[in-house]
């Protein structure tokens, strides 16, 4: 996905889409005294996967659905401040090559955008593909794929599966039987 935004932005030429141009500035702020039921209250009284986090004024970072349901605290006790996650942090003018970067590192489908020591909104992930989706509408996919594929038997052994996806540094890797018809596939994520 950074590679197609990448690209995007050279064949966009000087319209360059920065954070500002995709910002919501409606979000779920929640405070970090708060609990971890709150939290996932407010998250699906919204509609949203995650939500940022402050003491009073002052942001302190991100927390989300997937994370948090993984997670072994006690909803109706733990605070919020104690399972929120740093993220990286965008300026208005953070170029989209960078923001699908940056979510991808942090593993996070939001990011908020900060300017004067204020935070002005978040980006979503869903807005990007948004964007990307209308310029590569016409691009067939045989022209982004990767030439070599990876994949593994359905009898493999995960350990070994697991030393492949290290050594290609991918985090998916498609399960076959012994007449290469997909079964599945197997994902670190």
Known sequence: LASFATAYEGEKGDVMVVAEDLMRTNFIKIDANDTISQLLGAIKKDGDNFALIFDGKSYLGFADKKWLLRSRLNPAEAKV????????ILTKISKLADIVRLMIAADVRALPVKADNKILGIVVAKDV?????????NVSV???MSGKIVVCRDNDEIGKVMNIMNQKNVDRVPVVDNKNKILGIVSLI
Do not use: A, Q
């Not at 401040?81 to 990286?88: A, D, G, Q, S, W």
């Not at 593909?129 to 509408?137: A, Q, T």
């Open 142 to 144: 045989d022209v982004v």
């Open 129 to 137: 593909v948004k964007e990307l989706r209308d310029f590569y509408k």
């Open 81 to 88: 401040k104690n399972c929120l996650k740093h993220v990286p």
